[in-house]
């Protein structure tokens, strides 16, 4: 029904996370620091004056920016309305221009053994993301298995040229160009191009959102437990 897929590169397998999980705590402080450096002087902004505008002190800024301090949340929210951003622009890795240029002809492509499918991935795959976003191409007549991800998983999918048949279980869905279709990408599906031309779509994959731990530390079981049993040997019968 399809064919394997050769990959010139697997968007999905992150070989990025161990080296960044190997990183050190300073490498924050360092992003920080350079991203607060950037935007004050994008917006041509002295450290007094975006002391003035911000509430934070000249100090704190200064210390922010040499990355000798990682700020709290309550003094990035205050640096950021005043330099109206998000909280989260100081968090990205992005060139010191503020954007990052993803050429097409530098774009690797996971591609099917017989070339009739392709995805090229549209976002920085640097660093982590809550979302993926990839143009695909479907050959005439060529049908492919979609990658069955974690529970919670979301595609939204919308054509650009031609036609497109996407199969989720036994459910079946035609797709002219510039129609959409949102599912769950925890189960089966595949996409086919039933049309004498290529297709292409674009695909947003919002990936699942990891649950809260709730464990408890095994040393406050323990103290839980001894006071439990102490309370219980006090306790006349």
Request: charged fraction near 25%; charge should be neutral; glycine fraction near 4%.
């Amino acid at each position: 029904m399809h064919s394997p897929l050769a990959l010139v590169r697997d968007p999905s397998a992150d070989t990025d996370a161990p080296r960044r999980a190997a990183e050190p705590f300073d490498a924050l402080e360092q992003l920080v620091g350079v991203n607060l450096a950037r935007l004050r002087a994008e917006r041509q902004l002295s450290l007094d004056a975006l002391a003035r505008a911000s509430g934070v002190s000249r100090a704190m800024l200064a210390q922010i920016e040499s990355a000798r301090s990682v700020p709290s949340i309550k003094v990035l929210c205050k640096v950021a309305a005043a330099l109206k951003v998000s909280v989260a622009a100081f968090l990205r890795r992005h060139a010191t221009n503020g954007f990052e240029h993803l050429p097409a002809e530098r774009s690797a492509r996971v591609v099917s053994a017989n070339g009739r499918y392709s995805a090229r991935p549209l976002y920085p795959e640097s660093e982590p993301t809550a979302a993926e976003f990839h143009e695909l191409r479907i050959a005439p007549l060529h049908t492919e298995a979609g990658t069955r991800r974690a529970p919670g998983t979301t595609v939204n999918l919308v054509v650009s040229e031609g036609t497109l048949e996407v199969s989720v279980h036994d459910q079946r869905q035609l797709l002219a160009t510039g129609d959409a279709i949102v599912f769950d990408a925890d189960q089966p599906y595949s996409l086919r191009n039933p049309g004498d031309t290529e297709a292409r779509a674009f695909r947003v994959t919002l990936k699942a959102e990891t649950p809260p731990r709730w464990d408890v530390p095994v040393q406050n079981e323990a103290r839980h437990e001894v006071a439990h049993e102490a309370a219980r040997a006090a306790t006349p019968v």
